[in-house]
């Protein structure tokens, strides 16, 4: 049985029954397991594109079977999604290897019978794949653009009606792609240009960032925890779009900052150096290990001024009343924008739950004004791409909250300021991940 192909189904099982994130899956896995680096990547390919295509190859499957999928057995259904991400998107792997491994399997985790199913149904859809051809034609544009992108037709459909039918393509492809690995310099520890020429010495191939004075964007490079400009605190990894946010906080040294929702810390981080770590940052969030986590990164990257605090973002402006100078508001969110770098969460999200985020949202955004001092800064971000979660839940705060006024937001992103009072980015239009920002101000008195 091969090893990879034993990893590979593990990880699937992993994300599809025991609901673990697939990023985190496969950075365990690759952890544990010896292998070589075209294994590292072969196993990285087979469990994200399985996962990336989950909804699309479980349609698939039900071509070929006579059962519902969900009747069978989970292990056998990772297996059966493995062979069939081979047979139809692998085009390096033969048609033979899929159906033979994936047999192997199917001996490793479960009976005789189970076996001759897996490798009934596989050879079948090697001799038949029209069997399972996609839908096309007049009033199938959407279902067809769903299936062969891997998004849910739920979504699909949605972007349609917000976007139009091309900027849909655009966006889903875009989806697809592998996200290159964005790296912000920890400018407490280090120039930009020290940075590149520490990576190219570690054997990287990097460039400048054209949306952060910060950012790098490393587009070959070797296992990351292995990175010793990683372990010596020369950089976090954070997309460029977010790290826009911290820029239009634009905090100062000595001023305190309250960071809402702040696991896992990459815009706390930011916000630290940008304040030269001068000053005092609390980071608030609901989970004591994700402040662990913020604390962890910030021992790395030589910050002192972060008090992480086990906090509900709702109870932030009782607690710290008419306090802080700059409050950021990084609420939880549909997370829409940023689907590129998690596979698996397309098809983890419902209309229902986006539904309920508003109300919340604009219940974090209420907190945390109060706890803005006069003269104040209040900023609100998300990575997603909803006006409901956005614009809606701004309008809705201002509406309320006369105090407040809204701040020219475009004109503080650092490299590509732009006219708005409100800046979304889209990964279809501006090639980054998607992120909304508007930078609200308190009125002195």
């Given at each position: 049985?091969d090893?990879?192909?034993n990893l590979?189904?593990?990880?699937?099982?992993?994300?599809n029954?025991?609901g673990?994130?697939?990023?985190?899956?496969?950075?365990?896995?690759?952890?544990?397991?010896e292998?070589?680096?075209?294994?590292?990547?072969?196993?990285t390919?087979?469990s994200?594109?399985?996962?990336?295509?989950?909804g699309?190859?479980?349609?698939?499957?039900?071509?070929y079977v006579?059962?519902?999928?969900?009747?069978?057995?989970?292990?056998?259904?990772?297996?059966?999604?493995?062979g069939?991400?081979?047979?139809?998107?692998?085009?390096?792997?033969?048609?033979?290897?899929?159906?033979?491994?994936?047999?192997?399997?199917a001996k490793?985790?479960?009976?005789?019978?189970?076996?001759?199913f897996v490798?009934?149904?596989?050879?079948a859809?090697?001799?038949?794949?029209?069997?399972?051809?996609f839908?096309?034609?007049k009033g199938?544009?959407?279902?067809?653009?769903a299936?062969?992108?891997?998004?849910p037709?739920?979504l699909?459909?949605?972007?349609v009606?917000?976007?139009?039918?091309?900027a849909?393509?655009?966006?889903c492809?875009?989806?697809n792609e592998?996200?290159?690995?964005?790296?912000?310099t920890?400018t407490?520890?280090?120039?930009?240009?020290?940075?590149?020429?520490?990576?190219?010495?570690?054997g990287?191939?990097?460039e400048?960032?054209?949306?952060a004075p910060?950012?790098v964007?490393?587009?070959?490079?070797g296992?990351l925890?292995?990175?010793?400009?990683?372990q010596?605190?020369?950089?976090?990894?954070?997309?460029?779009?977010?790290?826009?946010?911290?820029h239009?906080?634009?905090?100062?040294?000595g001023?305190?900052?309250?960071?809402c929702?702040?696991?896992?810390?990459?815009?706390?981080t930011?916000?630290?150096?940008?304040m030269?770590?001068?000053?005092?940052?609390v980071a608030?969030?609901i989970?004591?290990h994700?402040?662990?986590?913020?604390?962890e990164?910030?021992?790395?990257?030589?910050?002192?001024?972060?008090?992480?605090?086990?906090?509900?973002?709702?109870d932030?402006?009782h607690?710290?009343?008419?306090?802080?100078?700059r409050?950021?508001?990084d609420a939880?969110?549909?997370?829409?924008?940023v689907?590129?770098?998690?596979p698996?969460a397309?098809?983890?999200?419902?209309?229902?739950?986006?539904?309920?985020?508003?109300?919340?949202?604009?219940?974090?955004?209420t907190?945390?004004?109060?706890?803005?001092?006069?003269?104040?800064?209040l900023?609100y971000s998300?990575?997603?791409?909803?006006?409901?979660?956005n614009?809606?839940?701004?309008?809705a705060?201002?509406?309320t909250?006369?105090?407040?006024?809204?701040?020219?937001?475009?004109?503080?992103?650092?490299?590509?300021?732009?006219?708005?009072?409100?800046v979304?980015?889209?990964p279809?239009v501006?090639?980054?991940?998607?992120?909304f920002?508007a930078?609200?101000?308190r009125?002195?008195?």
């Open positions: 049985m090893k990879v192909r590979a189904v593990r990880i699937l099982s992993e994300v029954e025991e673990a994130y697939a990023n985190v899956a496969l950075a365990r896995n690759l952890k544990k397991a292998l070589t680096e075209v294994d590292r990547r072969f196993l390919e087979l994200y594109g399985a996962v990336k295509a989950g699309t190859l479980d349609w698939m499957i039900r071509h006579n059962r519902p999928i969900r009747k069978i057995p989970p292990m056998i259904r990772n297996i059966l999604r493995l069939f991400y081979q047979i139809f998107y692998m085009d390096k792997v033969p048609p033979s290897a899929a159906c033979n491994e994936s047999v192997e399997l490793k985790y479960g009976h005789p019978g189970i076996v001759r490798n009934a149904v596989l050879r859809a090697v001799r038949a794949p029209e069997k399972c051809a839908p096309s034609g199938h544009a959407t279902e067809e653009l299936l062969r992108s891997f998004h037709q739920w699909v459909r949605r972007w009606k917000m976007f139009g039918y091309d849909t393509c655009a966006l492809t875009f989806d592998d996200a290159v690995l964005s790296l912000r920890n407490l520890k280090t120039t930009r240009e020290e940075l590149l020429s520490a990576l190219a010495s570690e990287s191939v990097a400048v960032s054209r949306w910060e950012g964007l490393c587009r070959s490079h296992a925890g292995a990175m010793a400009s990683l010596e605190g020369f950089f976090q990894v954070q997309d460029e779009s977010s790290m826009q946010v911290a239009v906080v634009a905090p100062q040294p001023e305190f900052i309250i960071d929702c702040s696991a896992p810390g990459g815009k706390t930011h916000l630290a150096a940008l030269k770590n001068q000053g005092r940052i608030g969030d989970y004591e994700k402040l662990a986590k913020i604390e990164n910030a021992a790395r990257l030589g910050i002192s001024i972060i008090d992480t605090e086990l906090l509900d973002a709702r932030v402006g607690r710290f009343k008419s306090q802080a100078d409050v950021l508001v939880p969110c549909s997370g829409l924008g689907l590129r770098r998690k698996d397309r098809w983890k999200k419902d209309e229902a739950a986006i539904a309920k985020l508003p109300q919340l949202q604009l219940d974090i955004l907190s945390a004004a109060a706890a803005v001092r006069p003269g104040g800064v900023v998300t990575c997603t791409i909803e006006r409901a979660e614009e809606e839940v701004v309008e705060f201002l509406a909250h006369p105090e407040f006024f809204l701040a020219e937001t475009g004109s503080f992103l650092p490299t590509q300021p732009r006219v708005g009072s409100m979304q980015l889209y279809q501006d090639g980054t991940d998607g992120f920002i930078r609200m101000e009125k002195q008195q």
